[in-house]
């Protein structure tokens, strides 16, 4: 877990904002749940590593919970036990998730995530729409260097049925070509062979997943599944998509990857990660797919849904590196420096005047040596200080300094805002 100070938590709340504004500009309502949730909830989940990485514990009530591992189970929750919900329902949540993880670079067992969405809608144009979504929060953050890598579910299980394999093993091989980028040809071959799967068969997964670029690989997909209607389908859906990206002017920014599998067993229809291609390697900073099943286990009728999340704590690091902490710091108009003790209630005075104004600006506390002032007040990127002392209270003045320029001038206090805004950097 991961305390956060100064600009880690600066670029933080930067992310987070910035996901809010995209979800709201895309017409997502925000909702909100508990962090703690019934056992039974989260095992809907499914997977064989729900209970290793949930917290999971006993209540005072001897119930079984666990503290949330996503934002997505919630909201199934949500959908399952409040049929009324208008549909579509299009919801984003920004809040915190927790996983009994292996710590590692960019990777944490609290973590914040930003998710948006769409219950309701069975067509792949809300499957676009989510990675649309998501495209747009990484221009606006990063502006270029990012990718999201797409592929349907529906296509994997072409796949295996065209390899011959065993319709109950389909989930065991999701979960081993998933490990590609991790473990390698070799390593998937060896988890393949682990799970029963043939020589030849796991040759035919191997050579498949090795195909990726732009829509034009469509084809091959096509062709690789012909005869299988389930794998037709899912090209169909990616073919979609690939035309509302193109539509969209976005296309330049999605690969589309045979190999790619996504760890969750909820996913039933297309699936996409998003990576950085910059410093430090953090990994996957979003993904998300469709999952039509998720809230159908939680006691509902059968729910279409699709969503997305965004790996805030993932990518504080990145825009860190990426100098944008210039962006998440908010400037201060003003560092009012009262001369001695005496003069504190009239900088606070004059603060919270400032204050009403609209003006950000704080007050000295510790009374330090003017060359002190100064430094600190350049630290927190104040356009001015306020220099409050007895003589120039007198003729209802101050010593302002423009920390810009550097020159320092008298102004009336009647006159404090006028200059302060003048100051202003731009």
């Known amino acids: 877990m991961r305390d956060l100070i100064g600009p880690e938590m600066r670029a933080s709340q930067y992310l987070a904002n910035t996901a809010e504004e995209v979800f709201q500009l895309f017409g997502y309502e925000p909702l909100d749940s508990p962090v703690v949730e019934l056992w039974e909830t989260l095992a809907a989940k499914g997977g064989e590593d729900v ?3 949930t917290f999971k514990f006993k209540d005072k009530g001897d119930r079984d919970v666990g503290l949330r591992f996503d934002l997505t189970v919630p909201l199934a929750r949500i959908v399952a036990t409040n049929p009324q919900l208008p549909k579509p329902f299009k919801r984003y949540a920004i809040g915190k998730a927790w996983r009994y993880d292996r710590p590692q670079a960019g990777r944490y067992r609290e973590f914040t995530q930003a998710d948006a969405d769409i219950i309701g809608a069975s067509s792949p144009a809300a499957d676009a729409e989510v990675v649309l979504v ?11 260097g990012y990718a999201v890598r797409i592929n349907n579910r529906k296509v994997l299980r072409g796949l295996v ?3 011959g394999v065993k319709d109950e093993l389909a989930h065991e091989c999701f979960r081993a070509i998933d490990k590609l980028d991790k473990i390698g040809q070799d390593g998937v071959t060896e988890e393949l062979k682990d799970r029963g799967v043939s020589s030849d068969s796991s040759q035919f997964l191997l050579d498949a997943i090795m195909l990726r670029g732009d829509s034009s690989v469509l084809s091959e997909f096509r062709s690789l599944l012909a005869g299988s209607e389930t794998g037709t389908q899912g090209v169909d859906e990616l073919q979609f998509m690939a035309d509302v990206f193109s ?5 330049r920014s999605i690969l589309f ?6 760890g969750l067993d909820y996913y039933t229809g297309p699936v996409f990660e998003g990576k950085y291609a910059g410093e430090p390697d953090v990994g996957s900073i979003l993904g998300g797919g469709r999952y039509d099943t998720l809230i159908e286990k939680l006691g509902s009728q059968p729910m279409p849904a699709t969503g997305m999340s965004l790996g805030i704590s993932r990518m504080i690091d990145l825009v860190i590196a990426q100098k944008r902490a210039e962006l998440m710091t908010s400037e201060l108009d003003a560092y009012v420096a009262p001369i001695k003790q005496p003069m504190m209630k009239y900088a606070m005075r004059i603060r919270s005047d400032l204050v009403r104004a609209g003006f950000t600006a704080e007050v000295d506390l510790l009374e330090r040596p003017l060359k002190k002032l100064l430094e600190v007040a350049d630290s927190k990127k104040a356009c001015s200080v306020i220099i409050v002392g007895p003589r120039d209270l007198e003729n209802d003045e101050v010593s302002v300094r423009d920390m810009t320029t550097k020159e320092t001038q008298l102004v009336k206090i009647a006159d404090l805002k006028k200059v302060l805004k003048a100051m202003r950097r731009k």
């Open 51 to 53: 209970e290793a990485e």
């Open 134 to 144: 998501a495209l747009e929060f990484l221009r606006r953050v990063f502006g270029s």
């Open 161 to 163: 049925e065209k390899a």
């Open 247 to 251: 539509e969209c002017g976005v296309d």
């Open 257 to 262: 990857d045979m190999s790619l599998a996504r």
